[in-house]
DNA sequence: TAGCCGTGGGA
DNA sequence: TTCCCAAGGCT
């Protein structure tokens, strides 16, 4: 059995489990949170497009991070034909500094399949063969925008499940268990307000560390709240330690101009232009990878920055470059220009660096 | 399937 | 300082 304790207890834990979606969306009724891309409870939809564009956006992102950098792009793109009929740079330079970049490449090439086809598909299987749509992405829009019942679990259901049923298991094996109850708790109808609702709790009392238990809507019921540690759930396995890299960064400047190179379009950064740098390793690399032998300077100091999956330290060389030796698809920006490169947060910290130097 | 893929903020 | 976390998807 998935829930812990006995006899009656654990009848009356089931007769609570029952009326979760009641209480959940009368909880979401009065306790949604405004945010520009959401239509108010009882009002009529948002707009598919407002509604993918915000899905996207918010993948791995806080909702602080997303809310004007989603009016940017909406006023910028008004429809998804609009964003279809955009250059890919466009929107990558627009995304500069929200990370995770292939969201950008990927939301460019479902806006020109969406407008090809001549609007979003309604349903959750159709969105889910849409690139950069997932089984989170499409269960949302499908229940929030198209009013279809569909199981929707992020980060924050995920947490709230964890916790309502008390589970041990640990992540991500406990992830089938965890869609499974979250099924057995989805309302037929309004599930997109449930499941807008289970985010906002997630969100706001449901939270990582230090839940606000007095105040939710579930105590009753709540296993993990009867468990007295709350905060234990979900159960996560240890994580490893971020490797260390070193790589260096260089400044190679032609009168007012500085050279930027394009990234390879997949991978770390894909597609965006960067300083150049040597390779990234685990010793110090120096001078090797320089774009151009020049009688490079290295600045005092470093830039820090962490990956998801390591940690990256550059050492930062300047130089004026030689009259010749370059390559002849070398991009040349006008240094005093830099920020408008659409330069990925490393590199404009970086060349804010080189430009303090002068 | 587990590793890859950014960034900024809070404790 | 360090670690964790945020409306995940792709390969």
Redesign the pocket.
């Known amino acids: 059995m998935l829930v812990d304790g006995a006899g009656s207890a654990e009848a009356a834990m089931r007769a609570a489990t029952a009326t979760v979606p009641q209480r959940l969306l009368a909880w979401y009724d009065r306790h949604a ?1 405004r ?1 520009p ?2 239509s108010p409870p009882g009002t009529p939809p948002a707009d598919p497009y407002r509604v993918w564009l ?2 996207v956006m ?8 997303v809310a004007p950098r989603f009016a940017r792009l909406l006023a910028r793109w008004p429809s998804v034909a609009a964003l279809a009929a955009a250059p890919l740079d466009d929107v990558l330079h627009e995304w ?8 950008a490449r ?1 939301l460019h090439a479902c806006a020109q399949a969406v407008a090809a086809a001549g609007g979003f598909p309604d349903t959750e299987a159709g969105l889910r063969a ?9 269960a ?1 829009i499908a229940s929030i925008a198209f009013g279809r019942r569909a199981v929707v679990v ?3 259901v995920e ?1 709230v499940v964890a916790r309502l049923f008390a589970l041990e298991q640990p992540l ?1 094996g406990a992830r089938p268990t965890i869609r499974r109850l979250t099924d057995t708790i989805t309302p037929d109808l309004r599930a997109g307000d449930f499941a ?1 609702g289970m ?2 709790l ?2 706001t009392i449901c ?3 230090a839940p606000a238990c007095a105040l939710c809507p579930l105590r009753e019921g709540c296993a993990g709240f009867a468990s007295g540690r709350p905060e234990a759930y979900p159960v ?1 396995p ?2 490893a ?2 490797p260390q890299r070193l790589g260096t960064a260089f400044w190679l400047t032609r009168g007012d101009k500085v050279l930027l190179v394009r990234r390879p379009a997949k ?4 597609g965006l232009l960067a300083l150049p740098t040597g390779p990234w390793s685990d010793a110090a690399p120096g001078l090797d990878g320089a774009p151009a032998a020049a009688r490079w300077r290295l600045l005092d100091g470093t830039v820090q ?5 390591f940690r990256l330290t550059l050492a930062l060389a300047t130089a004026a470059a030689p009259s010749d030796g370059l390559a002849p698809d070398a991009i040349w920006w006008q240094a005093d220009r830099i920020d408008e490169a659409g330069l ?3 590199f404009a910290r970086a060349a804010a660096r080189f430009r303090e130097d002068t």
């Open positions: 949170r945010l891309w959401r915000s899905e918010l993948q791995q992102t806080t909702v602080a991070a500069a500094g929200l990370g995770y970049y292939a969201r990927n849409l690139p950069g749509v997932g089984d989170y992405t499409a949302a992020d980060g924050n947490r991500p807008q985010m906002d997630g969100a939270t990582p560390r996560k240890p994580r330690a971020k991978g770390l950064l894909g920055h962490v990956f998801t999956h990925p947060t490393l």
